[in-house]
Every structure is written in C-alpha cells, then in structure tokens.
Nanobody, 117 residues
Framework: QVQLVESGGGLVQAGGSLRLSCAASVRSFSSYRMAWFRQAPGKEREFVAAIAWFGVTNYADSVKGRFTISRDNAKKMVYLQMNSLKPEDTAVYYC???????????WGQGTQVTVSS
C-alpha cells in the first residue's frame, strides 16, 4: 500500500497556472505508475494524466497541451503542472498509484482546484 499526500491546490483565475505535488510513502516508488484524476461536483471521477516509472506519459484529451505530469523517483514525488486553466478544470484532484498488473489501488485525500472565470 502506498500513502499519498497531495498539495498545491487553490483558487486561480482562468488562464492562470497551478502546480500540484504528490508525495509518496513507499519503499519501491519506481514500481508504480502514477496518475492524477479529478472529480468535479456532481460528476464521476475522471482520468487526467499518468506517468510510468521510466517517464512515458499519457493525458486526457481535455488537458493535452495544457497540463504536464512529471515525477522525481529519487524524491518519490509526482507533479502536475497546469497551465491555461479553465473554469471547467475546477475539481478535487487526486493522486493515484498503480502497481504493475493491477488497478489504481492507492489514492490520496485530494486537493481542491478552483478556476474562476
């Protein structure tokens, strides 16, 4: 089991930027594919971005070109740089960890991102 703690959320105007961080407490961080999900009020949780231990990334279409996921395996950290934010990006953002061959089984408590128009 991985313990995950997110930080960096807040209130920002449309067009602005935020950087989310996720600290992982686990012995073998490099064994995990890491991801960000988000959940807006009244909506299902949705995938945002993921990164494998060796750096391969994938993104939801809605954030491609605006968001960048990265990781620092030595520090056991994952980041989500969010640029050109839109009001529809408003949600609670969750960090998640996936061990090879399994589903995303570890989740953080979430951090609120609010984008005002």
């Amino acid at each position: 089991q991985v313990q995950l703690v997110e930080s960096g959320g807040g209130l920002v105007q449309a067009g602005g930027s935020l950087r989310l961080s996720c600290a992982a407490s686990v012995r073998s961080f490099s064994s995990y594919r890491m991801a960000w999900f988000r959940q807006a009020p009244g909506k299902e949780r949705e995938f945002v971005a993921a990164i494998a231990w060796f750096g391969v990334t994938n993104y939801a279409d809605s954030v491609k070109g605006r968001f960048t996921i990265s990781r620092d395996n030595a520090k056991k950290m994952v980041y989500l740089q969010m640029n050109s934010l839109k009001p529809e990006d408003t949600a609670v953002y969750y960090c998640a960890a996936q061990e090879t061959g399994t589903a995303f089984g570890s989740w953080g408590q979430g951090t609120q991102v609010t984008v005002s128009s």
